[in-house]
């Protein structure tokens, strides 16, 4: 029986790339974002690749919404091996005193709660098997803080902390945890973050070459490909271009 790979966020970006490269290593998949027709179409192209796909459309931040999907889930899908937990989002880069509320939830409700909601319900099904692999998808933004970064850096500490925590707990349960920690990846992340403003999300990236979601998913991949015994347990990666969160070498 082929594995089951459980993507959050993939109708784009990060989570796009990781579920056809799971599905050209052999994962069955599981998808889920709140875009039903990119989810759609994805499930279309991944079934071509011969894996089995169950999109699931809902949103991370809604609790009911994401207890219902995960808890009807047909016997076969609950054999999740793979979790990736990778919805998230930065909205605005306002400082600290002009913060919109509106932001600020926004981000803590999906980086934050949305990811704990997934793995809440997840986390026992692998518990039950005893076997099981979850990854987080943090940032160098769980690393290090920036000017304007505030709230979405809080969230991804928070993530980075909530790796370390899963490890723990799932230590005795033969789970792995692998936190990801990505420099600049040029997806719809700035776009998002710019709140549709296609000309600053471009400039985030100008004068220098950032990662690709492919770059993203082949570490992934990586990761989730190694022998029991072995737990990549935190991973930072950054454009060659790029040293941390401000020194970026633009040409
Ligand atoms: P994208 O904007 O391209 O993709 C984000 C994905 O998250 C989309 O599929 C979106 O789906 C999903 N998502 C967002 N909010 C929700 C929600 N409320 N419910 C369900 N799904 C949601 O960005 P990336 O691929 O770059 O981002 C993926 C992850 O990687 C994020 O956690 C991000 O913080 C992290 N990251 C990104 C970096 C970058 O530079 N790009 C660097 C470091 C980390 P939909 O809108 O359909 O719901
Ligand atoms: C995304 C990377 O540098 O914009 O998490 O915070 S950064």
């Known amino acids: ?17 990781t579920a056809l490269k799971a599905a050209a290593a052999g994962f069955d998949i599981i998808i889920s974002g709140r875009r039903k027709e990119r989810l759609l179409q994805l499930a279309d192209d991944i079934r071509r690749m011969g894996a089995e796909v169950l999109p699931l459309a809902f949103d991370v931040r809604d609790p009911e919404a994401v207890k219902t999907a995960i808890g009807q889930l047909e016997d076969k899908w609950q054999n999740i091996a793979v979790l990736v937990n990778n919805a998230g989002l930065a909205v605005g880069t306002n400082p600290i005193q002009e913060g919109l509320l509106e932001d600020w939830e926004r981000m803590i409700d999906t980086n934050i709660k949305g990811l704990l909601y997934i793995t809440r319900e997840v986390a026992p099904l692998m518990v039950a098997r005893q076997n099981g692999h979850i990854v987080n998808l943090a940032s160098i933004a769980g690393k290090e803080v920036y ?5 979405y850096c809080a969230t991804k500490h928070a993530v980075d902390a909530l790796s ?24 719809e992340f700035s776009i998002v973050r710019y709140k549709g403003d296609e000309e600053a999300a471009k400039n985030v990236y100008k004068g220098m070459t950032p990662l690709t979601n492919e770059d993203i998913a082949d570490t992934i991949l990586f990761a989730i490909t190694r022998p029991a015994h072995v737990c990549l347990n935190d991973i930072v990666i950054m454009p060659t271009a790029q040293a941390n969160s401000r020194d970026v070498n633009r040409e």
């Open 1 to 17: 029986m082929k594995k089951i790979a459980f993507i959050t966020g993939a109708t784009s970006g990060i989570g796009k790339a």
């Open 147 to 151: 000017p304007g970064g505030n709230v």
């Open 164 to 187: 370390k925590a899963m490890r723990v707990d799932m230590l005795k349960h033969h789970i792995k945890v692998t936190n990801i920690a990505p420099g600049m990846v040029e997806t």
